[in-house]
């Protein structure tokens, strides 16, 4: 049994059918391309498969493609500018040197866009906690904290 469900997907509205138990992190991946949304640990911990749902960050593992008929999902693919060059949140995480190899990446891309829509100058502070369900192995966190309170000061981020 299928269902079919209507959403937007980084700007792009789309008609589908879904098996009500498909989770959005498989459709969104096998279904749609968008190979960005990564998954990890499949349990909602490592933040690897986070996208904006409606712009609020949302664990894809643990939701069902059934969950967003009718909303707004936006990927790591979505972040893309119309010239087609960095945002100035990728500008800083490079900046930073705030990723090594790169699999957590779009989770943390996507959590602190969140952040800096619902708050565009958050403090340090804020960013640790907002990043907190997020997890790396590979960098130590300071400077994917730096990158988003360097992006936070830079007007162009906030949405």
Do not use: W
């Not at 664990?59 to 493609?65: E, G, H, M, N, V």
Request: proline share 3%.
């Amino acid at each position: 049994m299928t269902m079919e469900i209507s959403f937007t997907l980084n700007g792009e509205t789309m008609t589908r059918r879904v098996e009500p138990r498909r989770l959005l992190s498989d459709f969104l991946r096998e279904d749609c391309g968008h190979t960005g949304t990564h998954v990890g640990c499949e349990h909602g911990v490592c933040g690897a498969c986070t996208v904006l749902i409606d712009g609020k960050a949302a664990r894809s593992c643990l939701c069902f493609a059934v969950q967003v008929d009718n909303r707004s999902v936006t990927t790591v693919e979505g972040l893309r500018t119309e010239d087609d060059t960095l945002d100035p949140l990728q500008t800083e995480m490079h900046r930073h040197h705030a990723l090594q190899c790169g699999f957590c990446t779009p989770g943390f891309l996507m959590s602190a866009h969140a952040l800096l829509a619902e708050n565009p100058c958050p403090t340090r502070a804020q960013i640790v906690e907002a990043l907190a369900g997020n997890l790396c192995r590979c960098t130590g966190y300071t400077s994917i904290v730096d990158a988003v309170e360097a992006a936070s000061k830079r007007s162009e981020v906030a949405q």
